[in-house]
């Protein structure tokens, strides 16, 4: 018996995008330069609580160090105050629904976590005294460090972190964005003392923002958080990375992974930033070419040849530059053959316009993806948390859907043509240099080189 046959007249037109709702923002500064942003939404019993603290390495030569001591100090900053230990923490968190997360990039230092509203006091207490009075015990200290010594081993033995570590290290040279992870010696020589005197300098309130999102009022709150953290105090001001390097051409680098069964590909470049009037253009493109299952990169080289399963591209954003990403995990066989497709794909981008069907698609996609990651309580606290640390307001939101509503093929064109052209990226591959490096060469000029992390066991 023969399937039914679906008739596609049946299935109702796509409606037009519905913009997502501009969140409705109250923000105060308190005494001690802390900046805090409310955002009411009433309806679901919970807050969510994002603390940004600017945590840049303050000059290119202290990177390495500051990125060891901050991968430690992120989880070491949980073990203890001059009140409660870590346990107790813990149990006064969970009491109102909450579990303190702690997470660092080069960029912030993030306090996360989720509340009930009855309990907004009580965890501003105690993150509180996690700010002003944390004490870094030695034992739990030397747990810590121990702990991300082996996080940072077994992650330095990933072909996905070897890629994107050579890819750091070839775009950002001496800046400590190429600081991707610490190395394990570094970690392994981080002191309670040298811990202290970090927090003591670095997790200061001026340049920080406080975000709450949830069933909060604003007045109250702002009462609330002026009153617990009072204590919280310092002089200084945050410090932001400084700017990145210009891209230099360089010849495509092969870092030799013997034996590897896939090549992973990585390409990047810069790209406008959050208040370029070309972000929205670009941000069509990279969907248009890699950023969705519709793309014509995933049409290529997974549907059409079979190269890989999941490429992608995207637009990521640091404080001191932004940056358009490729990646594709290809069989070793094929590293040539998938490079090539992608660069034309690429070239097809910067040269050819996109079709009208491919625009629409992309940007329903984009805004439908926007509307979703705001939809939450938590997704709207980590958009804002984002947005305010790189010194924008939440009418960015607003502003950048109008934007992305109304970006015309010309202008999807040149965006392509100025930071997807293939000749702007920065390539690197990971894998058997023995199998890819005749492939590559193919190419154009290659650099071998062999990795400096961690061969995987």
Known sequence: MSAPVLDLSLIPPLGEPRPAPVPDVHESTLPSGLRLVVVPRPGVPLVELRLRVPFAASAPRQAAAHAARTSVLSGAVLLGTAQHDQLQIAQLLQAHGGELSVSADADRLLFSTTMLPDGLGAVLGVLAELLAAPTYPAGPVDAERSRVVERVHIARS???????????????????????????????????????????????????????????????????????????????????????????????????????????????????GRTDPQLPALRLASMVFGGYFSSRLVENIRERRGYTYSPRSGVEHMMAGSSFTVDADVATAVTGPALLETWYELGRMALTPVTEAELDSARRYLLGTLALGTATHAGLASTLSALLGAGLSADWLADHQRALATVGIDEVTEASRRWLAPAGLTAVVVGDADQAADQLRALGPVEVTTPAVEPGA
């Open 158 to 272: 990933q072909p996905g972190v070897i890629a994107r570590s050579a890819l750091a290290a070839r775009r950002y040279g001496a800046h400590p964005y190429a600081q991707q992870l610490p190395a394990p010696e570094a970690v392994a020589a981080v002191t309670p003392a040298a811990l202290r005197k970090l927090h003591r300098e670095r997790v200061l309130p001026a340049g920080s923002t406080l975000v709450l999102v949830g069933d909060v009022d604003p007045a109250t709150a702002r009462d609330v958080v002026g009153t617990a953290l009072a204590g919280w105090t310092a002089e200084g001001k945050a410090v932001a990375a400084g700017p990145v390097p210009a891209v230099v051409e360089q010849p495509l680098q092969l870092v030799h992974r013997p034996g590897a069964v896939q090549s992973n590909l990585r390409l990047g470049g810069p790209a406008p």
